[in-house]
């Protein structure tokens, strides 16, 4: 699975002035603030006290690149990069803890970025790796409030039966185990109060401290971009009407697919910020050992998740964008169980289009379009010529050249693609005058590596090259054939 957009996981650009203050607004947002979190958490508390906490992590990360800078002047070479590297974890660990306490949008702003290991130096990977873990629940007595508020009764009076102990907990909330009057097992999933209107606030904490940490460089325009487009799908993602609504398209879209469960939504136990789905039991990826799922298991789900991954991007046009284990469950027979439609990228026919035409490109190593390809998926830039064109596009092209443009059975778990092409991307990126990094790639190379990961942990083996060219002469827009072969997909509905 390639990751052409991989370079966009996560950019910082440098020239941010270490001494400026950190303000009540900023972009022109209003900062909203929300309650740091303990073991367990009662509610929320204070704007103020959200403030000061994310004011100062910026002002500490600031403080740490300023001090390194000033140092840097006397140090020779090495001791530099050493200093560096306890400067970077330093704030690494700092803003891996302060998401961490304040749960919501700033951690799982933090999330995504800690799988961005060809962008952000290995210390602060590390450190926002923590931020994987599941998070603690908050006290009973918050839920059964905020379901209250929300659906108008408590939700004992709204089920048969409603488990005081949560199934799961994450970062913007958590899932409790029920069951309705008419006896369906469900499972209800909470927003954390004042997450919603925290989001805005919480990226542009996020984006100021990362300005002023100094690990990363990137020019303004792409490091906005990648903001504005993480913003976007935020926003989303904390609007359950909206996940509800993607639910329902999915179920459409994969409806004739009898190996891809998805749950039902409850819409008379749903609201915004409660979300009530029908319970789909199955096998989580950590389990699959210790249940004794055989290898003939493993390569019949591997193969699924490929396919359903590439039908997504090229015949619908709408990728599931959070490959997170948690979010897959399996089966016995090899049926696979999609969870969590809050994060989903829908785009544009063009862009898959010059996506397919990109890859195209590569399995026929045509330079030519290749650039071309690069160029409008907004990888490299326009006009950009390089003396070493074909050596570096080759070097591309066989990271994952094996794997897709190979007629092989391909051993994902000794699969080494992915760190291949992840150097590449850092490479690229030190070449800030060719390439640059492309928002709109974001989500839907972070589904392309998430489910590539998922994978090498199933330890499928899996003919991924006839499943990928199968969608890959699947027709695009400005082809034959494609105004009758999108009649038969169903449109997103409206929210």
């Given at each position: 699975?390639?990751?052409?957009?991989?370079?966009?996981?996560?950019?910082v650009p440098?020239?941010?002035?270490v001494?400026?203050?950190?303000?009540?607004?900023?972009d022109?947002?209003?900062l909203?603030?929300?309650?740091?979190?303990?073991d367990?958490?009662k509610?929320?508390v204070s704007?103020r006290?959200?403030?000061m906490?994310?004011a100062?992590?910026?002002?500490?990360?600031?403080?740490?690149?300023?001090?390194?800078?000033?140092?840097?002047?006397?140090?020779d070479?090495?001791?530099?990069?050493?200093d560096?590297?306890?400067n970077?974890?330093?704030?690494?660990?700092?803003i891996?803890?302060?998401?961490?306490?304040?749960?919501g949008a700033?951690?799982?702003?933090?999330?995504?970025?800690?799988?961005?290991?060809?962008?952000l130096p290995d210390?602060?990977?590390?450190s926002?790796?923590?931020?994987?873990?599941?998070?603690?629940?908050?006290?009973?007595?918050?839920?059964a409030?905020?379901?209250?508020?929300e659906?108008?009764?408590?939700?004992?009076?709204?089920?048969?039966?409603?488990?005081?102990?949560?199934?799961?907990?994450a970062?913007?909330g958590?899932?409790?185990?029920?069951?309705?009057?008419?006896?369906?097992?469900?499972?209800?999933?909470?927003?954390?109060?004042?997450?919603?209107e925290?989001?805005?606030?919480?990226?542009?904490?996020?984006?100021?401290?990362?300005?002023?940490?100094g690990m990363?460089?990137?020019?303004?325009?792409?490091?906005?971009?990648?903001?504005?487009?993480?913003?976007d799908?935020?926003?989303?993602?904390?609007?359950?009407?909206?996940e509800?609504?993607?639910?329902r398209w999915?179920?459409?879209?994969?409806?004739?697919?009898?190996?891809?469960?998805?749950?039902?939504?409850?819409?008379?136990?749903?609201?915004?910020?409660?979300l009530?789905?029908?319970y789909?039991?199955?096998?989580?990826?950590?389990?699959?050992?210790?249940?004794?799922?055989?290898q003939a298991?493993r390569?019949?789900?591997?193969?699924?998740?490929?396919d359903?991954?590439?039908?997504?991007?090229?015949?619908?046009?709408?990728?599931?964008?959070d490959?997170?284990?948690?979010?897959?469950?399996?089966?016995?027979n090899?049926?696979?169980?999609?969870?969590?439609?809050?994060?989903?990228?829908?785009?544009?026919?063009?862009?898959?289009?010059?996506?397919?035409?990109?890859?195209?490109?590569?399995?026929?190593?045509?330079?030519?379009?290749?650039?071309?390809?690069?160029?409008r998926?907004?990888?490299?830039?326009p006009?950009?010529?390089?003396?070493?064109?074909?050596?570096?596009?080759?070097q591309?092209?066989?990271?994952f050249?094996?794997?897709?443009?190979?007629?092989v059975?391909?051993?994902?778990?000794?699969?080494?693609g992915?760190?291949?092409?992840?150097?590449?991307?850092?490479?690229a990126?030190r070449?800030?005058?060719?390439?640059?990094?492309?928002?709109a790639?974001?989500?839907?190379?972070?589904?392309?590596?998430?489910q590539?990961?998922n994978?090498v942990?199933?330890?499928?083996?899996?003919?991924?090259?006839?499943?990928y060219?199968k969608?890959?002469?699947?027709?695009?827009q400005?082809d034959?054939?494609?105004?009758?072969?999108?009649?038969?997909v169903?449109a997103?509905?409206?929210?």
């Amino acid at each position: 699975m390639v990751m052409v957009g991989d370079l966009t996981h996560l950019l910082v650009p440098t020239n941010i002035g270490v001494s400026r203050r950190v303000k009540a607004t900023h972009d022109g947002v209003q900062l909203a603030l929300w309650r740091p979190m303990s073991d367990r958490t009662k509610g929320p508390v204070s704007r103020r006290r959200r403030f000061m906490k994310l004011a100062g992590m910026t002002a500490s990360v600031a403080t740490n690149y300023a001090r390194s800078q000033v140092k840097g002047v006397f140090q020779d070479a090495d001791t530099k990069a050493r200093d560096k590297a306890r400067n970077n974890a330093r704030s690494g660990e700092l803003i891996a803890q302060t998401l961490g306490e304040l749960k919501g949008a700033a951690m799982k702003v933090g999330q995504i970025a800690s799988v961005a290991r060809d962008i952000l130096p290995d210390d602060l990977i590390a450190s926002l790796a923590s931020l994987q873990r599941d998070a603690p629940p908050m006290d009973y007595e918050v839920i059964a409030a905020q379901i209250e508020r929300e659906l108008g009764s408590p939700p004992e009076l709204l089920f048969q039966r409603f488990d005081r102990v949560p199934f799961a907990a994450a970062s913007i909330g958590q899932v409790h185990r029920a069951r309705t009057d008419d006896g369906r097992e469900v499972v209800v999933k909470v927003q954390y109060p004042g997450v919603d209107e925290s989001v805005d606030s919480d990226i542009a904490h996020l984006k100021l401290a990362l300005r002023a940490s100094g690990m990363i460089s990137v020019r303004r325009e792409a490091f906005d971009g990648f903001f504005a487009e993480l913003r976007d799908r935020m926003r989303e993602e904390v609007d359950y009407t909206h996940e509800a609504q993607n639910v329902r398209w999915f179920r459409a879209l994969h409806a004739d697919d009898d190996h891809l469960v998805i749950p039902e939504v409850v819409g008379e136990r749903s609201s915004g910020r409660i979300l009530t789905l029908t319970y789909e039991p199955g096998d989580q990826l950590s389990e699959l050992d210790e249940k004794g799922y055989d290898q003939a298991t493993r390569n019949l789900i591997g193969a699924r998740l490929t396919d359903m991954l590439y039908r997504q991007i090229f015949e619908f046009h709408a990728v599931h964008a959070d490959p997170n284990p948690a979010n897959l469950a399996f089966r016995r027979n090899g049926d696979v169980v999609l969870y969590d439609f809050g994060c989903v990228k829908a785009f544009p026919q063009p862009d898959a289009a010059h996506y397919r035409n990109l890859m195209r490109a590569f399995r026929d190593a045509d330079h030519d379009a290749i650039q071309v390809g690069m160029e409008r998926v907004g990888i490299q830039r326009p006009g950009a010529q390089m003396d070493d064109r074909a050596e570096f596009y080759e070097q591309i092209r066989s990271s994952f050249g094996p794997f897709l443009f190979e007629d092989v059975v391909f051993d994902c778990h000794t699969a080494h693609g992915h760190e291949i092409f992840t150097r590449m991307m850092v490479k690229a990126l030190r070449r800030p005058k060719h390439f640059q990094p492309s928002a709109a790639m974001l989500f839907t190379d972070r589904a392309q590596t998430g489910q590539f990961m998922n994978l090498v942990k199933l330890r499928s083996q899996v003919n991924m090259h006839r499943i990928y060219m199968k969608y890959l002469e699947m027709p695009q827009q400005g082809d034959a054939g494609f105004s009758e072969r999108m009649r038969g997909v169903p449109a997103r509905p409206p929210v």
